[in-house]
């Protein structure tokens, strides 16, 4: 599926960054699907070396499941109702642990 929104920021001079999204929210058991996309100065897609890493969120870190597969991750909230209106920033990172993409992400209420 073709994603609605993204955000990219230029990684190198040659090397563009961006996640592709459907939503910035996620309601509580339920999920939210992100994917990596780097692309070279001649706008084709590339691979290339990156983790995914979860930040700025003030709440336990087990409350999320992380699924992981080649460039994506589908992040599962489980049900705590003490999550609603929280947020966290999805980052994807270098080798280097520089940052080469992030969106915030809320946390919503399933109802």
Same mark, same amino acid.
């Given at each position: 599926m073709i994603a609605d929104y993204y955000?990219? &920021?230029t990684v190198a001079e040659d090397l563009k960054c961006r996640i592709d999204y459907e939503s910035d929210e996620i !309601? #509580? *058991?339920s999920f939210g699907e992100f994917s990596a996309v780097f692309k070279n100065e001649s706008d084709e897609n590339v691979e $290339?070396? /990156?983790s995914w890493k979860i930040s700025d +969120? =003030? /709440? =336990?870190s087990e409350n999320l499941i992380l699924v992981y597969q080649n460039n994506k991750i589908k992040i599962i909230v &489980?049900? +705590?109702q003490n999550l609603v209106g929280k947020d966290? $920033? #999805?980052n994807v990172i270098s080798d280097k642990g520089e940052i080469y !993409? *992030?969106?915030k992400v809320k946390i919503i209420a399933l109802w």
């Open positions: 955000e990219q &920021k !309601a #509580l *058991s $290339t070396e /990156f +969120n =003030d /709440f =336990d &489980k049900n +705590n966290f $920033t #999805l !993409a *992030s969106i």
